[in-house]
Protein backbone atom coordinates (compact mmCIF):
# COMPACT_ATOMS: atom_id res chain seq x y z
CA UNK A 1 0.00 0.00 0.00
CA UNK A 2 1.30 3.51 -0.99
CA UNK A 3 2.14 5.99 1.71
CA UNK A 4 -0.55 9.17 2.01
CA UNK A 5 1.11 12.20 -0.02
CA UNK A 6 1.99 14.64 2.43
CA UNK A 7 0.07 18.23 3.62
CA UNK A 8 0.86 21.44 5.78
CA UNK A 9 -1.71 23.46 7.35
CA UNK A 10 -0.30 26.81 8.25
CA UNK A 11 -2.40 27.50 11.10
CA UNK A 12 -4.63 25.65 13.51
CA UNK A 13 -7.92 24.80 11.89
CA UNK A 14 -10.69 23.45 13.07
CA UNK A 15 -10.66 19.70 14.20
CA UNK A 16 -13.32 18.12 11.80
CA UNK A 17 -11.02 20.10 8.80
CA UNK A 18 -8.13 18.23 9.66
CA UNK A 19 -9.81 14.96 9.88
CA UNK A 20 -11.68 15.59 6.99
CA UNK A 21 -8.08 15.79 5.07
CA UNK A 22 -6.65 12.90 7.33
CA UNK A 23 -8.57 10.95 5.18
CA UNK A 24 -6.62 11.46 2.36
CA UNK A 25 -3.07 12.70 3.33
CA UNK A 26 -0.43 13.21 6.05
CA UNK A 27 -1.17 16.43 7.93
CA UNK A 28 1.48 18.20 9.36
CA UNK A 29 -0.14 21.50 11.24
CA UNK A 30 1.42 24.23 13.10
CA UNK A 31 -0.02 23.66 16.45
CA UNK A 32 1.19 26.68 17.85
CA UNK A 33 -0.92 28.84 15.34
CA UNK A 34 1.83 31.51 15.67
CA UNK A 35 2.65 32.88 11.69
CA UNK A 36 5.81 30.84 10.44
CA UNK A 37 9.11 33.40 9.16
CA UNK A 38 9.79 32.92 6.08
CA UNK A 39 12.22 30.48 6.62
CA UNK A 40 10.46 27.93 8.65
CA UNK A 41 7.49 28.05 6.64
CA UNK A 42 9.57 26.35 3.58
CA UNK A 43 10.75 24.27 6.13
CA UNK A 44 7.74 22.75 7.22
CA UNK A 45 6.65 22.18 3.44
CA UNK A 46 9.60 20.32 2.63
CA UNK A 47 7.95 17.04 1.24
CA UNK A 48 4.30 18.79 1.63
CA UNK A 49 2.51 18.63 -2.23
CA UNK A 50 -0.09 20.98 -0.59
CA UNK A 51 -0.77 23.49 1.88
CA UNK A 52 -3.99 25.63 3.39
CA UNK A 53 -2.65 28.92 3.38
CA UNK A 54 -3.76 32.14 5.36
CA UNK A 55 -3.25 35.65 4.27
CA UNK A 56 -0.54 36.11 6.87
CA UNK A 57 1.88 32.81 4.53
CA UNK A 58 3.27 34.58 1.81
CA UNK A 59 4.18 32.61 -1.50
CA UNK A 60 6.12 33.67 -4.27
CA UNK A 61 8.72 32.66 -6.40
CA UNK A 62 11.64 32.05 -3.71
CA UNK A 63 9.13 29.56 -1.80
CA UNK A 64 8.44 27.64 -4.69
CA UNK A 65 11.89 27.32 -5.69
CA UNK A 66 12.46 25.93 -2.21
CA UNK A 67 9.60 23.77 -2.31
CA UNK A 68 9.67 21.67 -5.39
CA UNK A 69 7.12 19.08 -4.27
CA UNK A 70 4.42 22.10 -4.17
CA UNK A 71 1.73 21.66 -5.82
CA UNK A 72 -1.21 23.40 -4.45
CA UNK A 73 -1.73 26.47 -2.41
CA UNK A 74 -5.11 26.50 -0.64
CA UNK A 75 -6.17 29.98 0.78
CA UNK A 76 -8.27 30.47 3.54
CA UNK A 77 -9.86 33.40 2.26
CA UNK A 78 -11.36 35.18 -0.38
CA UNK A 79 -8.31 37.94 -1.04
CA UNK A 80 -4.89 36.44 -2.19
CA UNK A 81 -2.86 39.25 -2.43
CA UNK A 82 -0.13 36.83 -0.17
CA UNK A 83 -0.36 34.58 -3.20
CA UNK A 84 2.48 35.76 -6.26
CA UNK A 85 -0.16 34.04 -8.81
CA UNK A 86 2.23 35.02 -11.50
CA UNK A 87 5.02 32.79 -9.90
CA UNK A 88 2.48 30.32 -8.60
CA UNK A 89 1.39 29.63 -12.56
CA UNK A 90 4.86 30.19 -13.87
CA UNK A 91 6.21 27.06 -11.18
CA UNK A 92 2.83 24.88 -11.93
CA UNK A 93 1.45 25.27 -8.43
CA UNK A 94 -2.44 26.10 -8.29
CA UNK A 95 -3.40 29.06 -6.16
CA UNK A 96 -7.10 28.67 -4.64
CA UNK A 97 -9.23 30.68 -2.24
CA UNK A 98 -13.07 30.60 -0.44
CA UNK A 99 -15.43 32.75 -2.27
CA UNK A 100 -18.84 32.89 -1.84
CA UNK A 101 -19.33 31.36 1.58
CA UNK A 102 -18.22 34.64 3.58
CA UNK A 103 -20.27 36.65 1.62
CA UNK A 104 -23.32 37.17 3.67
CA UNK A 105 -21.54 37.20 6.69
CA UNK A 106 -18.82 39.75 5.96
CA UNK A 107 -21.95 41.99 4.86
CA UNK A 108 -23.00 41.95 7.62
CA UNK A 109 -19.96 43.07 9.55
CA UNK A 110 -19.53 45.98 7.02
CA UNK A 111 -23.22 46.82 8.22
CA UNK A 112 -22.48 46.32 11.36
CA UNK A 113 -19.32 48.78 11.33
CA UNK A 114 -21.72 51.02 9.27
CA UNK A 115 -23.74 51.27 12.46
CA UNK A 116 -21.26 51.30 14.88
CA UNK A 117 -19.42 54.13 13.27
CA UNK A 118 -22.29 56.32 12.28
CA UNK A 119 -23.95 56.11 15.54
CA UNK A 120 -20.48 56.73 17.55
CA UNK A 121 -21.24 53.19 19.08
CA UNK A 122 -17.52 52.57 20.62
CA UNK A 123 -16.60 55.87 21.34
CA UNK A 124 -19.46 56.38 23.54
CA UNK A 125 -18.86 52.65 25.75
CA UNK A 126 -15.52 53.96 25.98
CA UNK A 127 -17.14 57.35 27.54
CA UNK A 128 -19.22 55.16 29.78
CA UNK A 129 -16.75 52.66 30.88
CA UNK A 130 -14.23 55.68 31.81
CA UNK A 131 -16.63 57.12 34.38
CA UNK A 132 -17.47 59.95 32.70
CA UNK A 133 -21.09 59.63 31.92
CA UNK A 134 -23.11 61.81 35.03
CA UNK A 135 -26.03 63.19 33.05
CA UNK A 136 -27.66 62.89 29.62
CA UNK A 137 -27.79 65.03 26.79
CA UNK A 138 -29.79 66.52 24.36
CA UNK A 139 -26.67 66.14 21.85
CA UNK A 140 -24.67 63.63 23.86
CA UNK A 141 -22.86 61.13 21.50
CA UNK A 142 -25.66 62.39 18.53
CA UNK A 143 -24.15 60.74 15.13
CA UNK A 144 -25.43 60.27 11.80
CA UNK A 145 -28.38 58.79 9.96
CA UNK A 146 -27.96 55.38 8.70
CA UNK A 147 -31.59 55.09 6.97
CA UNK A 148 -32.07 56.75 4.41
CA UNK A 149 -28.93 58.54 3.91
CA UNK A 150 -26.47 57.89 1.07
CA UNK A 151 -23.99 54.69 1.10
CA UNK A 152 -21.11 54.49 -0.92
CA UNK A 153 -19.90 51.35 -1.84
CA UNK A 154 -16.12 51.00 -3.31
CA UNK A 155 -15.94 47.94 -5.26
CA UNK A 156 -18.98 45.98 -5.98
CA UNK A 157 -18.44 41.91 -5.93
CA UNK A 158 -20.40 39.82 -4.44
CA UNK A 159 -19.70 41.33 -0.95
CA UNK A 160 -20.32 44.65 -2.08
CA UNK A 161 -23.62 43.73 -3.69
CA UNK A 162 -24.70 42.33 -0.22
CA UNK A 163 -24.60 45.39 1.50
CA UNK A 164 -26.23 47.38 -1.20
CA UNK A 165 -28.71 44.89 -0.58
CA UNK A 166 -28.93 45.53 3.44
CA UNK A 167 -28.64 49.27 2.79
CA UNK A 168 -31.57 49.54 0.29
CA UNK A 169 -33.72 47.16 1.16
CA UNK A 170 -32.84 47.40 5.20
CA UNK A 171 -32.74 50.66 5.60
CA UNK A 172 -33.99 52.94 2.89
CA UNK A 173 -30.58 54.05 1.76
CA UNK A 174 -29.54 55.45 -1.58
CA UNK A 175 -26.98 52.79 -2.90
CA UNK A 176 -24.58 54.65 -5.42
CA UNK A 177 -21.54 52.85 -6.31
CA UNK A 178 -18.20 52.98 -8.10
CA UNK A 179 -16.01 49.68 -9.96
CA UNK A 180 -13.94 48.75 -12.52
CA UNK A 181 -16.74 47.36 -14.87
CA UNK A 182 -20.21 48.23 -13.94
CA UNK A 183 -22.96 45.73 -12.84
CA UNK A 184 -25.60 44.71 -15.68
CA UNK A 185 -29.12 46.36 -15.41
CA UNK A 186 -30.40 43.38 -13.50
CA UNK A 187 -28.35 43.48 -10.94
CA UNK A 188 -28.04 46.96 -10.68
CA UNK A 189 -31.90 47.07 -10.10
CA UNK A 190 -32.13 44.02 -7.84
CA UNK A 191 -29.11 45.81 -5.05
CA UNK A 192 -31.35 49.21 -5.99
CA UNK A 193 -27.71 50.64 -7.17
CA UNK A 194 -26.52 53.48 -9.07
CA UNK A 195 -23.09 53.74 -10.81
CA UNK A 196 -21.47 56.76 -10.46
CA UNK A 197 -17.64 57.48 -11.55
CA UNK A 198 -15.19 57.71 -7.97
CA UNK A 199 -15.22 61.19 -7.81
CA UNK A 200 -18.85 61.41 -7.41
CA UNK A 201 -18.92 58.76 -5.27
CA UNK A 202 -16.77 60.53 -2.67
CA UNK A 203 -18.26 63.20 -3.12
CA UNK A 204 -22.12 62.48 -2.22
CA UNK A 205 -21.60 59.58 0.60
CA UNK A 206 -22.50 59.39 3.84
CA UNK A 207 -21.20 56.34 4.25
CA UNK A 208 -18.62 55.04 1.89
CA UNK A 209 -17.45 51.32 2.19
CA UNK A 210 -14.44 49.99 0.52
CA UNK A 211 -15.04 46.01 -0.75
CA UNK A 212 -12.51 46.23 -3.52
CA UNK A 213 -9.56 43.68 -3.84
CA UNK A 214 -6.21 44.56 -2.96
CA UNK A 215 -3.42 45.60 -6.27
CA UNK A 216 -0.65 47.77 -6.76
CA UNK A 217 -3.75 49.73 -8.51
CA UNK A 218 -5.71 50.17 -5.59
CA UNK A 219 -2.83 50.68 -2.64
CA UNK A 220 -3.86 53.77 -1.21
CA UNK A 221 -6.73 54.36 -3.37
CA UNK A 222 -8.52 56.32 -0.30
CA UNK A 223 -5.56 59.07 0.76
CA UNK A 224 -5.43 62.30 1.74
CA UNK A 225 -6.80 63.85 -1.67
CA UNK A 226 -9.56 61.51 -1.38
CA UNK A 227 -10.69 61.71 2.28
CA UNK A 228 -10.37 65.96 1.18
CA UNK A 229 -12.89 65.23 -1.34
CA UNK A 230 -15.81 63.33 1.02
CA UNK A 231 -18.25 65.28 3.13
CA UNK A 232 -17.29 66.13 6.37
CA UNK A 233 -20.21 64.82 8.13
CA UNK A 234 -19.03 61.48 6.27
CA UNK A 235 -17.59 58.03 7.65
CA UNK A 236 -15.68 55.85 6.28
CA UNK A 237 -15.60 52.32 6.10
CA UNK A 238 -12.52 49.64 5.24
CA UNK A 239 -13.57 45.80 5.64
CA UNK A 240 -11.37 44.92 2.22
CA UNK A 241 -7.60 45.13 2.76
CA UNK A 242 -5.33 47.02 4.43
CA UNK A 243 -3.50 49.24 2.18
CA UNK A 244 -6.16 50.42 0.43
CA UNK A 245 -6.73 53.07 3.02
CA UNK A 246 -3.80 55.28 3.79
CA UNK A 247 -4.06 54.84 7.76
CA UNK A 248 -1.57 57.94 8.24
CA UNK A 249 -3.53 60.49 6.10
CA UNK A 250 -6.96 58.63 7.70
CA UNK A 251 -5.66 59.22 11.33
CA UNK A 252 -4.67 62.89 10.40
CA UNK A 253 -8.36 63.38 8.85
CA UNK A 254 -10.04 61.98 11.63
CA UNK A 255 -8.19 64.15 14.46
CA UNK A 256 -8.64 67.00 12.18
CA UNK A 257 -12.96 66.15 12.05
CA UNK A 258 -12.22 66.21 7.96
CA UNK A 259 -14.53 63.49 8.39
CA UNK A 260 -16.62 62.93 11.31
CA UNK A 261 -15.49 58.87 11.85
CA UNK A 262 -14.05 55.55 10.47
CA UNK A 263 -14.75 51.94 10.48
CA UNK A 264 -11.69 49.65 9.94
CA UNK A 265 -11.26 45.72 10.24
CA UNK A 266 -8.43 46.03 7.83
CA UNK A 267 -4.81 47.31 8.83
CA UNK A 268 -1.72 48.55 6.62
CA UNK A 269 0.92 46.15 8.23
CA UNK A 270 -1.57 44.49 10.46
CA UNK A 271 -1.47 43.06 13.62
CA UNK A 272 0.39 46.27 13.76
CA UNK A 273 -2.16 49.34 13.97
CA UNK A 274 -0.83 52.39 13.07
CA UNK A 275 -0.24 54.25 16.27
CA UNK A 276 -2.39 57.34 14.97
CA UNK A 277 -5.04 55.77 15.12
CA UNK A 278 -5.07 54.23 18.59
CA UNK A 279 -5.33 58.00 19.87
CA UNK A 280 -8.00 59.40 17.89
CA UNK A 281 -11.64 58.94 19.16
CA UNK A 282 -13.74 58.88 16.32
CA UNK A 283 -12.51 55.59 14.54
CA UNK A 284 -13.89 51.97 15.60
CA UNK A 285 -11.26 49.88 15.26
CA UNK A 286 -11.38 45.10 14.70
CA UNK A 287 -9.22 42.98 14.17
CA UNK A 288 -9.75 41.67 10.48
CA UNK A 289 -13.07 39.85 11.99
CA UNK A 290 -15.37 40.27 9.49
CA UNK A 291 -15.57 36.91 8.31
CA UNK A 292 -15.63 35.71 11.77
CA UNK A 293 -18.81 33.37 12.97
CA UNK A 294 -18.16 29.56 13.45
CA UNK A 295 -20.00 28.54 10.77
CA UNK A 296 -18.26 30.85 8.25
CA UNK A 297 -14.42 29.77 9.75
CA UNK A 298 -15.43 26.35 9.12
CA UNK A 299 -16.76 26.54 5.45
CA UNK A 300 -13.88 28.73 4.79
CA UNK A 301 -11.48 26.08 5.92
CA UNK A 302 -13.56 23.12 4.63
CA UNK A 303 -13.69 24.74 1.04
CA UNK A 304 -9.79 25.29 0.72
CA UNK A 305 -9.67 21.57 2.50
CA UNK A 306 -11.62 20.38 -0.37
CA UNK A 307 -9.43 21.93 -3.04
CA UNK A 308 -6.51 20.58 -2.01
CA UNK A 309 -8.42 17.22 -1.88
CA UNK A 310 -9.67 17.38 -5.56
CA UNK A 311 -7.05 18.62 -7.21
CA UNK A 312 -4.32 16.39 -5.40
CA UNK A 313 -6.86 13.40 -5.84
CA UNK A 314 -8.43 13.93 -9.12
CA UNK A 315 -7.17 17.21 -10.47
CA UNK A 316 -10.41 18.99 -10.13
CA UNK A 317 -9.95 22.10 -7.67
CA UNK A 318 -13.19 23.61 -6.72
CA UNK A 319 -12.11 27.46 -6.83
CA UNK A 320 -9.11 27.68 -8.35
CA UNK A 321 -7.32 30.97 -9.38
CA UNK A 322 -5.15 29.95 -12.25
CA UNK A 323 -6.64 27.35 -13.62
CA UNK A 324 -4.88 27.36 -16.65
CA UNK A 325 -2.10 25.12 -15.20
CA UNK A 326 -4.13 22.45 -14.02
CA UNK A 327 -2.88 19.22 -17.06
CA UNK A 328 0.25 20.33 -18.59
CA UNK A 329 1.19 23.01 -16.93
CA UNK A 330 0.46 21.89 -13.80
CA UNK A 331 3.92 20.39 -11.63
CA UNK A 332 4.54 16.66 -12.07
Known amino acids: MSQKPAIFIARKVFPEVVAHLGHHFQVDMNESDEVLPPAELIARLQGKQGALTTGSERVDAALLAACPQLKIAANIAVGFNNFDVPAMTAAGVLATNTPDVLTETTADFGFALVMATARRVTESEHFLRAGQWNKWSLDMFAGAEVHGSTLGILGMGRIGQAIARRGAHGFGMKVIYHNRSRLDAALEAEC ?141
Open 192 to 332: KASYVDKATLLAQADHLILVLPYSASSHHAIGAAEIAQMKPTATLINIARGGIVDDAALAVALRERRIAAAGLDVFEGEPKVHPDLLTVPNVVLTPHIASATIPTRKAMAMLAADNVIAYLTQGRPVTPLNAEIIGAGARA
